[in-house]
């Protein structure tokens, strides 16, 4: 009985017909979801390239954000977000590390991740209220960037304890049996052998979170300044963020050159996508491969 050539029996062309309208599906949905993104970085890029230069990324603002540079936005946004960081990584680390590897499943290890999620779900302008109440009064920092840094510390901690937790569940167990076997203490076996493999999805998972810090401008509402003569540099100053600067200038300043708006939104847009860049291509590699 003679064989019909791969490819012309009937079944397989419908299939191969679904296939290709499936992809051809999949590929108009993903470019109807990029198409505004793309029309809205084509549009800031275009209206905001012409006034980028020297002095309106490194000047202080004048005339009332008529005219000069977005220079202490640019440094109140650094210092926030390392100040961030310097909150997020040790304790969200340390969370996600003691729910991987030290707790023991039951109902105090899964309230404490409901917890974390229910936390990624309020919106930030709590965050802003709580910062605000917690460490500008209660704490007596007032409207400083350490307590701005502080708030988003905690706004982003829920992200980094949920990306620091999945990337050390994602090294295989054998490694870290392998070290406990060979004599190595639980905490030699985390240092040693699970954050180092960790490391890739650590890093991604804080850049994204530092990514949402950046263009977060609710939590800082009311710790930040919208017009300051010097660029400031310490975190007993008041804090002036790009996207509060977005917020403040588009509402407050009449008559401001729209141009002006679309170089700082340019200048935030390449912060948050350097970011994106890193957590994409700091997500590969993490351990070796498995070998028969």
């Known amino acids: 009985m003679p064989v019909a050539p791969l490819g012309t029996t009937p079944g397989l062309r419908r299939r191969l017909r679904r296939q290709a309208l499936g992809f051809a599906l999949l590929t108009g ?18 209206r905001g390239w012409p006034v980028l230069g ?9 005339d009332f954000l008529r005219a000069g540079g977005i220079g202490p ?25 003691y729910l991987a590897h030290y707790a023991r499943p039951g109902p105090v290890t899964a309230g404490i991740r409901v917890a974390v999620g229910g936390l990624a779900a309020v919106p930030p302008i709590v965050y ?29 901690l829920p992200t980094v304890i949920t990306a620091a937790e999945e990337a050390l ?13 060979l004599g190595a203490s639980r905490w030699q076996a985390a240092r040693r052998v699970l954050l180092p493999l960790a490391l890739p999805g ?30 400031g540099g310490g975190l007993g100053d ?3 963020a790009l996207a509060y600067h977005l917020y403040a200038a588009a509402t407050q300043v009449p008559g401001l050159p729209p141009e002006r708006l679309y170089g700082a939104a340019l200048v935030l847009l390449a912060l948050v996508m350097g970011l994106m860049a890193l957590a994409l291509g700091g997500g590969g590699g993490g351990w070796p491969e498995r070998r028969p």
């Open 202 to 231: 650590i890093r991604s998972g804080v850049a994204l979170a530092l990514a949402r810090a950046a263009g977060e401008a609710a939590p800082i509402l009311f710790m930040a300044a919208l017009f300051r003569a010097g660029p």
């Open 54 to 62: 020297p002095e309106f990324l490194l000047a202080p603002p004048r």
């Open 29 to 46: 949905a993903a470019g109807a979801v990029a198409l505004p993104g793309i029309r809205l970085l084509g549009e800031v890029l275009r």
């Open 169 to 181: 569940a994602g090294v295989p167990r054998e490694y870290r049996e392998a070290a406990l076997a």
């Open 73 to 97: 936005a640019v440094l109140g946004t650094l210092l926030l977000l390392l100040g961030a960081l310097g909150v997020a990584l040790p304790l969200g680390v340390g969370a996600a590390l």
């Open 238 to 240: 008041r804090p002036l």
């Open 128 to 156: 802003g209220l709580f910062g605000f109440s917690l460490f500008s009064v209660a704490m007596g920092l007032g409207r400083t960037a350490a307590a701005g840094a502080l708030t988003l510390g905690i706004l982003v």
